[in-house]
């Protein structure tokens, strides 16, 4: 009985390396690479344009894939969705402008550095951060893949709701010396988000009258508003070019920025990781698994003050996570039919206009496209790491173009870009709207990446609460119950008591120097 | 400047404004049912205890260096020794100058806007020649016309003005 056990397992693993083969079989065919480079051209100047974004690049592109055959179409998608985060990370550092929100992660550490004029290194260190990331994300989707639907289903209404809350108070503690602040500003952020349509108790909240707002806060235009609109404000108020030091661009330490990728193997992997196990879970998003990334990392860094100001691992940390996260958001998506964000939900309508069903009959249906899929996106993240540098020379010029200049000419892109996202011009107003609270918050120092997951996460966290509700009769045993719930919870109140251990531990340790000090 | 607990006054000022906010926002959400309430009270309630923390921990009291010791162990440096301060001339004509262009957005258009403030920010911030702010405007205007409404197929917004163009 044991023989036949270990028997069937090898079959199934045999099975399984045929699909993984067929699929990349499947792609290494001139026609089908060259849907992956198209995808790739065009993710990365769609990732570069605040905005657009991979979303909208698969939106436009789907009537367009009418005529191709599945495995084709979505190679063509995987090169789109392999290659927006290294488009959208180049503009993150030069100008402080997120071309997709995941990438506003990068923006914290990534654009101080281009203002030391480290813009090269900067984006050499995201390429490669890119590239690895995506194949270890590749890697570990590829082992889950098939165990996938048994881990997921591991996780109900509760453990989304108290995973949300452990996002916002980790990110809260990332926002080192400010912890109290981000935590206000966390809150806003959860007021903004629920305002608009409330689909579990029906009924618009806080929409005052504007029928805009019945859809809620729209995020991209919030971001762009929050970083491009409030930094080109600044801009103006402080004058001169972005880079601060005046010096010509320093596009030789791209090698280098290539290579601190492999100085800084752990944040690599922690990433990586993050971005891999985080991104499997549904209504999380790349967002918050960029800044869950940067915060974890700024966490377990021997020199957490630097974060902010220009640490190199700032940027490798979301970026890893970023591409780990593209490659592990197919599964739920595949999987059960759960669009992990915003751009699977699009990717989706593209799986059925081919004739194929996400859910769990897809995997049994589809591996050969489904594999092929994963290679595509890993083959463009890894080759958009490269080709994206070949662009950073003339756009790193952009640093040093002087405000009078540049701020015209992002405003212009970024509000039309606000605009473009559904054809409304309200967005245009939330976008300079938020570009003013963006400027405020920079200018009182409240951090703005708190808003930004408060954003995102708010109008999940109340659906799963009210289900976990729903769920427990209306009573909070359910948290209870659960091993994972009570794990998160356990996790959450570590994380938010962290300052304060921190403190009691840090003036200890300052009492016992001056004991050492004041000793015989 | 006036002080109130040892800190300047107008460094109360943005968490006296989250203040009214959370208030405002309690005061609507409690204009809901129950259950469309519940959630979004609760974060109000903790908006406004979190912002009298803030408050309390912006005082140089003791309260206030506690809170601060705890939640800010890497000591948060007061606004009134932190980095440049620039003029608040300066700061409201910045911000005037962003949400200028958006109303002249909504106004005017895309086509409209774009040249025009392309055009009025280079030369009159800027401070660039005549011809290099006509070139730069009208190159700015066939990008964003040339992306969006001819690549992307995407209809740019004519206007409030221009509703027929």
């Not at chain 1, 109290?180 to 108790?201: C, E, H, K, T």
């Not at chain 1, 971001?223 to 005046?246: D, R, T, Y």
Request: hydrophobic share 55%; glycine share 12%.
């Amino acid at each position: 009985m044991f023989a036949a056990g270990e028997e069937h397992r090898q079959k199934g693993i045999c099975l399984m390396l045929e699909m993984w083969l067929g699929g990349l079989q499947g792609l290494l065919h001139l026609d089908v690479l060259g849907f992956v480079f198209l995808g790739m051209v065009i993710g990365l100047v769609f990732g570069a344009i605040p905005g657009l974004g991979g979303t909208t690049a698969i939106a436009l592109l789907m009537p367009l894939t009418y005529g191709l055959e599945p495995f084709t179409a979505l190679a063509l998608a995987g090169g789109v969705m392999g290659a927006v985060p290294m488009g959208g990370s180049i503009t993150s550092i030069l100008l402080n402008t997120p071309g997709t929100a995941p990438n506003a992660a990068t923006c914290l550490d990534g654009h101080p550095l281009a203002q030391q004029g480290k813009a090269g290194l900067a984006i050499g260190a995201a390429g490669s951060a890119n590239a690895i990331g995506a194949i270890i994300g590749t890697v570990s989707v590829l082992a889950v893949l098939p165990i996938a639907s048994d881990l997921v289903l591991m996780f109900g209404p509760p453990e989304f709701f108290l995973m949300g809350l452990f996002a916002l108070a980790i990110v809260a503690t990332a926002t080192r010396g400010k912890m109290l602040r981000g935590l206000v500003v966390g809150a806003l952020g959860l007021m903004i988000a629920f305002v608009g349509f409330n689909d579990v108790a029906g009924g618009e909240r806080f929409t005052y009258g504007i029928e805009y707002l019945w859809d809620g806060i729209h995020l991209v235009p919030a971001l762009i508003g929050l970083f491009a609109v409030a930094e080109m404000i600044h801009l103006m108020v402080k004058g001169g070019s972005v880079a601060q030091s005046g010096s010509p661009v320093k596009i030789t330490k791209m090698t280098a920025g290539l290579l601190e990728v492999f100085k800084h193997m752990p944040t690599v992997i922690r990433g990586s990781l993050i971005g891999t196990i985080v991104g499997a879970i549904p209504g999380l998003g790349g967002t918050v698994v960029a800044f869950l990334s940067y915060s974890v990392t700024a966490q377990a860094s021997k020199n957490p003050e630097s974060f902010g100001k220009g640490n190199i691992q700032g940027v490798i940390a979301p970026e890893a996570a970023i591409c780990a996260h593209d490659c592990s958001a197919l599964i739920p998506t595949l999987t059960f039919g759960i669009p992990a964000g915003a751009e699977m939900a699009v990717f989706m309508g593209l799986l059925i206009i081919h004739g194929m069903q996400p859910g769990p009959l897809m995997l049994r249906d589809h591996q050969v496209e489904i594999y092929g899929l994963i290679w595509a996106l890993t083959a463009s993240c890894v080759l958009a790491s490269f080709v994206g540098l070949l662009f950073v020379k003339p756009l790193a010029k952009i640093t040093q173009l002087d405000s009078g200049i540049l701020v015209p000419l992002v405003l212009s892109t970024a509000f039309a870009g606000s605009f473009a996202i559904d054809m409304a011009i309200e967005n245009v107003i939330v976008t300079a709207v938020f570009g003013c609270l963006g400027y405020l918050m920079m200018r009182y120092d409240y951090p703005r990446l708190m808003i930004v997951v408060a954003l995102v996460l708010g109008a999940n966290t109340e659906r799963n609460f009210h289900q976990s509700m729903l769920m427990g009769e209306g009573g909070w045993s359910i948290f209870l119950n659960r091993p994972i719930s009570v794990g998160l919870m356990i996790a959450i109140a570590a994380v938010l008591c962290l300052p304060i251990f921190r403190g009691v531990f840090n003036q200890l340790r300052v009492r016992k120097l001056a004991a050492e000090r004041s000793g015989p | 400047m006036r002080r109130f607990f040892g800190t300047p006054v107008v460094d109360y000022l943005p968490a006296f404004v989250l203040f009214i906010i959370a208030v405002i926002y309690l005061v609507t959400g409690y204009g809901y049912t129950p259950q469309a309430r519940a959630f979004p009270v609760t974060v109000g309630w903790a908006a406004i205890v979190l912002v009298l923390l803030d408050i309390t921990a912006r005082t140089h009291t003791a309260a206030g260096e506690t809170l601060t010791r705890w939640f800010n162990p890497a000591a948060l440096p007061k606004n009134d020794e932190e980095g440049p301060h620039y003029a608040r001339a300066k700061e409201i004509a910045a911000v005037l100058w962003a949400a200028g262009f958006a109303a002249l957005i909504v106004l005017g258009g895309f086509l409209v806007a774009v040249p025009v403030y392309v055009f009025a920010s280079m030369r009159l911030r800027g401070k660039r020649p005549l011809w290099f702010c006509l070139v730069i405007g009208a190159a700015a205007t066939l990008f964003i016309w040339a992306l969006f409404t001819q690549l992307l197929q995407i209809e740019l917004y004519p206007g409030m003005l221009f509703p027929e163009v």
